[in-house]
């Protein structure tokens, strides 16, 4: 058994979910195992991942409009120093999550038919995110 | 160090929390490993996977109308294609979890006394699931 | 590559969000890896985790109220057995997680700038709290 690691650099256009499985399957290819188990870490506190589908864009919008009602941009939040949309941008961050495992068997991410992986920008302006890959497998 | 990866497919009789703890320990069992990391994966976007309490049935009734309050079906969301249940499921999957990485000491899970693994369907009707359990450890 | 673990016993005050990131760096560094996955596990339903800033304290402030206006005490529901707090305490837990993964790479967690790892109580008293620490690597 063996590691591969490396950083992913992600540049977003702002709020919302921007796809990434077609970055994360290229490193796993490149690594050619046949079994093993990749995690995906985002480096940040206001930007998070999430596995959803990647058929219909209406999902994609449906789930930022109900994230964004859960945790919405209020002046009650203590925390304000850093703008309107970032306490939200915590609490987004929460309610979903920073990591993701995903086993590889057969070659292949175990990932369903309809599952992609994006990555969700919960800041209103333009970002660079690090998402850290790490496979161990054989 | 060494390997082993199963699918399980679970058919579920509809919406709710569906317990597959003795069938992830039974494969956990069959490796005869020491220690190591177990993950669970789930390879939908409409049914989840949680850890909760495995005692008083009451606690999944209230999670599972919890789940439902905070998403609800609603004729407001765009994704209606595949019927009234369909948008929410995705939704309450992004509220829960898709993957669980567990570890193994001293031969067993590091589940706590109370705690159980479930499979959570968030359709209405029966479904067949797929659940990747991946192995590794000595 | 080789695997250790450790369980954590630590003391809650009660409800709120707990740093235990110097004691999760600590048992990684002691460990003398350069690359790896650390798995950090909650054996609770009443206690979660949560990777979030660490920087401005308000910040968790706000994160506490949000999860309890999310998940309010209530007399609505039917488990009612264990107290006011308890069942509010497993939805936290569901809204959250009991399981993080976090890559090592170059000797160090991968964790960003401004993450910390945090225990969440969800009781209203102190309780022992265990969270077991599993890091696997080379």
Same mark, same amino acid.
Do not use: C, F, V
């Given at each position: 058994m063996r590691q591969a690691a490396r950083t992913l650099e992600i540049r977003t256009p702002g709020q919302g979910l921007h796809e990434i499985t077609r970055e994360v399957q290229s490193f796993v290819a490149g690594e050619g195992m046949a079994t093993g188990l990749l995690t995906v870490f985002c480096r940040h506190t206001s930007a998070s991942l999430l596995i959803q589908e990647? *058929?219909?864009?209406d999902v994609r919008r449906d789930l930022e409009d109900w994230v964004a009602r859960l945790a919405p941009e209020s *002046?009650?939040?203590?925390?304000?120093d850093e703008g309107p949309d970032d306490m939200p941008a915590h609490l987004r961050t929460a309610l979903t999550t920073v990591q993701l495992s995903i086993p590889l068997t057969g070659g292949r991410l *175990?990932?369903?038919?309809?599952q992609g992986i994006y990555l969700f920008e919960h800041r209103a302006r333009p970002h660079r995110r690090e998402v850290v890959l790490h496979l161990l497998g054989d």
């Open positions: 990647n *058929a219909d864009p *002046a009650s939040y203590r925390h304000q *175990a990932l369903g038919t309809w």
